[in-house]
């Protein structure tokens, strides 16, 4: 392979999606980079300009214009961090995560019109050819916390939670099949009846392949959600996934106007416990009981989302 090989696939590639004319692809008046800039905020709930510049290597100039226009357009807002004056958080508005959500789903089409013209036989070996530009292109380095995106669940993601919930529970917590059963109902009912603008589902996704989820359902008590199944693949552990994922739910949570956010959990699970304190959240009671095979003591936990801040 030569230098011109990769060039001439990148010209064709390129071509293909659209890059060179991004907004006319999308119908939509932003670019490739504008776009991605848009993806990157509605992925992750608290972000820096700072992030931004070092995960996208954009010039600092260039990213201020960027945000610049978004923020005449009222899709952000800047603020001080308060983890760190000299940082500026960049958070989108709610006329910012509509527009970040129709770029999204204008992208989805496209991308499933392209993926309509290559026969269901062939897929896996498109999908093979992906991964293995990936693999080689990253010269066998470990993945970081950047190559982790936040996501909304696609086809098949939901049962994927129950899945992975069950072998995870199994091997590391010895849960019997009755979890599995309590994870299918809650994911179930989600599926079949719930409020976008309430509640809501995130993917960690890395390299292509879902490796951690949570979610944001309603509570039976008013004013109050409830944070369930917080789950992290045992080789993508280390990243910050846990925390990234809690703070979504925590910023939604609190987004939408809850007054409340608990969650229930077992003290056996030590290193989930860890990210709930350090996000405020308090033992509220607890009470030890059997289930799923096993003897457990079940933990109630509370984080009061009004008045609170970063």
Not at 5 to 11: E, G, P, S, V
Not at 130 to 138: D, E, G, I
Not at 150 to 164: N, S, Y
Request: hydrophobic share 40%.
């Amino acid at each position: 392979m030569t230098v011109q090989d990769i060039r001439a696939f990148n010209r064709f590639y390129t071509n293909v999606i659209g890059a060179l004319d991004y907004s006319r692809q999308l119908y939509a008046p932003y670019t490739l980079t504008e776009s991605r800039v848009l993806y990157e905020l509605a992925h992750s709930p608290r972000t820096d300009a700072a992030d931004l510049r070092t995960e996208l290597s954009l010039d600092a100039g260039y990213l201020s214009r960027i945000l610049n226009k978004f923020e005449q357009e009222g899709l952000i807002e800047r603020t001080p961090s308060r983890r760190d004056p000299r940082r500026r958080r960049v958070t989108l508005t709610a006329r910012g995560r509509e527009t970040a959500a129709l770029l999204a789903e204008r992208a989805d089409e496209s991308v499933g019109a392209l993926l309509a013209t290559v026969p269901s036989a062939d897929r896996p070996r498109l999908s093979e050819a992906m991964h293995t530009v990936r693999t080689l292109l990253s010269d066998g380095r470990p993945p970081r916390r950047e190559d982790v995106l936040l996501r909304d669940p696609g086809p098949g993601d939901l049962g994927w939670i129950v899945a992975r919930n069950a072998a995870l529970y199994a091997a590391e917590y010895g849960f019997n099949a009755d979890y599995e059963g309590l994870v299918a109902r809650i994911v179930a009912d989600f599926a079949e009846d719930h409020d976008p603008h309430l509640e809501r589902v995130w993917i960690a996704e890395l390299d292509g392949r879902p490796v951690g989820c949570v979610m944001c359902v309603r509570d039976d008590a008013p004013g109050t959600a409830r944070l369930r199944l917080l789950l992290v693949e045992p080789e993508a552990r280390g990243l910050g996934i846990g925390d990234r994922l809690v703070s979504a739910v925590v910023d939604f949570a609190r987004g939408v106007g809850y007054r409340d956010l608990v969650l229930w959990t077992n003290d056996v699970l030590t290193a989930a416990r860890r990210v709930y304190q350090r996000h405020g959240f308090v033992l509220a009671a607890e009470k030890p009981h059997r289930s799923f095979g096993q003897d457990l003591n079940g933990q109630d936990w509370r984080l009061e989302l009004t008045g609170t801040g970063e």
